[in-house]
């Protein structure tokens, strides 16, 4: 079992630049590639209504990212805090939403296919004004 907890999310302006964690305890963290989702206002709160945005492997030496935030975004993770990081550049209103992450045994392609994944965590509100 894991236990995921996101943190770091606000109110912030366009341009602005913030930083969203997730946090793991339970089975080691280094045997889960973990990805950042996000889910919009207005959409329905089911696993199937949130959009891919980042995801790492295991060790973090790939990643992937949807092609609304690459440039933008960057995710990082460090294996020895349990921890993974979804550093957010250059904020548009777009980006608005509930940020979720997720852990699973399988590879960070994974996360572009599927949402029936390992964990989920509860979320951290990330708004961004114009």
């Known amino acids: 079992q894991v236990h995921l907890v996101e943190s770091g999310g606000g109110v912030v302006q366009a341009g602005a630049s913030l930083r969203v964690s997730c946090a793991a305890s339970?089975?080691?963290?280094?045997?889960?590639?973990v990805g950042w989702f996000r889910q919009t206002p207005g959409k329905e709160r089911a696993f199937v209504a949130r959009?891919?945005?980042?995801?790492?492997?295991?060790?973090?030496?790939?990643?992937e990212y949807d092609d609304s935030v690459k440039g933008r975004f960057t995710i990082s993770r460090d294996n020895a805090k349990n921890t993974v990081h979804l550093h957010m550049n250059n904020l548009k209103p777009n980006d608005t939403g509930v940020y979720y992450c997720?852990?699973?045994?399988?590879?960070?392609?994974?996360?572009?296919?599927?949402?029936?994944?390992?964990?989920w965590g509860q979320g951290t509100q990330v708004t961004v004004s114009s």
């Open positions: 959009d891919f945005v980042a995801a790492i492997s295991r060790s973090g030496d790939r990643s």
């Open positions: 997720a852990a699973d045994f399988r590879g960070p392609g994974i996360f572009r296919i599927t949402r029936e994944l390992g964990f």
């Open positions: 339970g089975r080691s963290f280094s045997s889960f590639s």
